[in-house]
């Protein structure tokens, strides 16, 4: 069993010194103020001219913009991240022709932002583990809370600055990933909001609603943050206070779908899902004429529960696939996603026949043909591990990554 050669980043917390935190926030807005104005001149310049602007354009527009009297400011930082800022647009621009994004969007100031440096814009002593930035005079002081490969060489360093405040870097190696042991064991997941997964084997997720559980805090920081005057000092701290408790429901959800990605990856050698459209489930659609609340729709045309947005979002179930996708990249399983359009919920998963559309409050059914009761998300889980063997081995065209 070979091992897989991987790109991965790992990502620490830091604490800049005064004089760091000046030259990085200078640098962060220096990227944020490159890659609005290249944005707005391909933008612009297809508007006017019909004209694609390509990356070597903004480079060269880049190069002129250091050299005007009014952005002078650019030559004190690193041209490396501004660089970098440029490839990251054509990044976008390319994701969004190909159907993977949407289209770009300006950046603002009090979502942070990012900087990132290659391989000759800092300075790395694994050792002593001592990471410098270009034009700084001492290392970053960084929390190494988890140990990097050995002998391991950065491509890239990220510099990111959150909402709430928190300074992290995210160090991009090349390793060598060693596949897990070979398993019989396959598995079927039906995503949920009552319950966040059922799997075919009956065991059943809990949904740890994390929004939730700080609701009433955020509410009342939210509320707070109402009242106070925008630009003032008040208003700044009030919005920190708001980050702050939003990146806590974030940190959380990431680190509940990591542990349950792992779990699942680990004890299964196949692991079947359905390709749910996320984006289109929490899409709020126009409002009927005569209604004086607009309500929210789903893509079919019903009207979704209100609260059901939320919920979807909270649950983190895009995050949750793309876990599963590159962990079984690295590991060595098979991960199978069939068709949205697939009717689990409706089949019975016993004798096969289908038995209709059934509302969202049945839980529970018995199947009229066979007379099998069935808890309705662990059938489901059941009829999608089925569906996905049966892609698997037909090749019918539906999605699956085969490792």
């Known amino acids: 069993m070979g091992t897989c050669r991987a790109q991965r980043a790992y990502r620490f917390r830091f604490y800049p010194t005064p004089g760091q935190e000046n030259l990085?926030?200078?640098?962060?807005?220096?990227?944020?103020?490159?890659?609005?104005?290249?944005?707005?001149?391909?933008?612009e310049t297809w508007t006017r001219e019909q004209r694609n602007v390509s990356y070597r354009d903004t480079g060269k527009a880049l190069t002129g913009w250091k050299k005007s009297e009014g952005l002078a400011f650019l030559n004190d930082v690193s041209c490396v991240p501004l660089q970098q800022a440029l490839r990251h647009l054509q990044t976008a621009y390319s994701s969004f022709f190909n159907h993977t994004g949407d289209f770009p969007a300006f950046k603002r100031k009090a979502h942070g932002g990012s900087a990132t440096f290659t391989r000759y814009a800092f300075t790395w002593d694994g050792c002593k583990r001592h990471l410098k930035l270009a034009k700084m005079k001492e290392p970053l002081r960084v929390i190494w809370s988890r140990t990097l490969p050995v002998k391991a060489v950065p491509s890239s360093v990220t510099i990111s600055l959150d909402?709430?405040?928190?300074?992290?870097?995210?160090?991009?190696?090349?390793?060598?990933?060693?596949?897990?042991?070979?398993?019989?064991?396959?598995?079927?997941?039906?995503?949920?909001?009552?319950?966040?997964?059922?799997?075919?084997?009956?065991?059943?997720i809990p949904n740890p609603r994390f929004r939730k559980r700080n609701a009433k805090r955020l509410g009342k920081a939210q509320r707070n943050l109402a009242r106070k005057q925008k630009g003032s000092r008040n208003y700044e701290k009030a919005r920190l206070k708001v980050a702050r408790i939003q990146a806590q429901g974030a940190d959380r959800r990431k680190d509940f779908l990591h542990k349950l990605s792992t779990r699942i990856i680990r004890e299964n050698q196949t692991v079947v899902l359905e390709d749910l459209a996320v984006r289109n489930m929490c899409r709020e659609a126009a409002p009927k004429e005569g209604r004086a609340r607009p309500g929210r729709y789903l893509p079919n045309g019903r009207a979704a529960k209100r609260g059901l947005n939320r919920?979807?979002?909270?649950?983190?179930?895009?995050?949750?696939?793309?876990?599963?996708?590159?962990?079984?990249?690295?590991?060595?399983?098979?991960?199978?996603?069939?068709?949205?359009?697939?009717?689990?919920?409706?089949?019975?998963?016993?004798?096969?026949?289908?038995?209709?559309?059934?509302?969202?409050?049945?839980?529970?059914?018995?199947?009229?043909?066979?007379?099998?009761?069935?808890?309705?998300?662990?059938?489901?889980?059941?009829?999608?591990?089925?569906?996905g063997l049966a892609v698997n081995v037909c090749g019918d065209g539906r999605k699956h990554h085969n490792n």
């Open 311 to 387: 919920s979807i979002t909270d649950a983190g179930w895009r995050m949750f696939r793309t876990m599963l996708e590159y962990k079984a990249a690295w590991y060595g399983r098979q991960l199978i996603v069939i068709d949205r359009w697939y009717p689990s919920s409706q089949i019975c998963s016993h004798c096969g026949k289908n038995n209709g559309k059934k509302p969202l409050n049945v839980r529970a059914w018995t199947c009229p043909y066979c007379h099998t009761t069935h808890d309705r998300d662990v059938n489901a889980a059941k009829n999608i591990l089925a569906a």
């Open 24 to 43: 990085l926030r200078r640098t962060l807005g220096c990227v944020r103020l490159v890659y609005n104005k290249a944005l707005a001149l391909r933008s």
């Open 163 to 204: 909402a709430a405040g928190r300074w992290h870097v995210g160090i991009l190696v090349e390793e060598h990933v060693k596949p897990i042991p070979r398993t019989d064991t396959r598995i079927g997941v039906d995503m949920g909001v009552d319950s966040f997964a059922a799997l075919s084997d009956g065991e059943k």
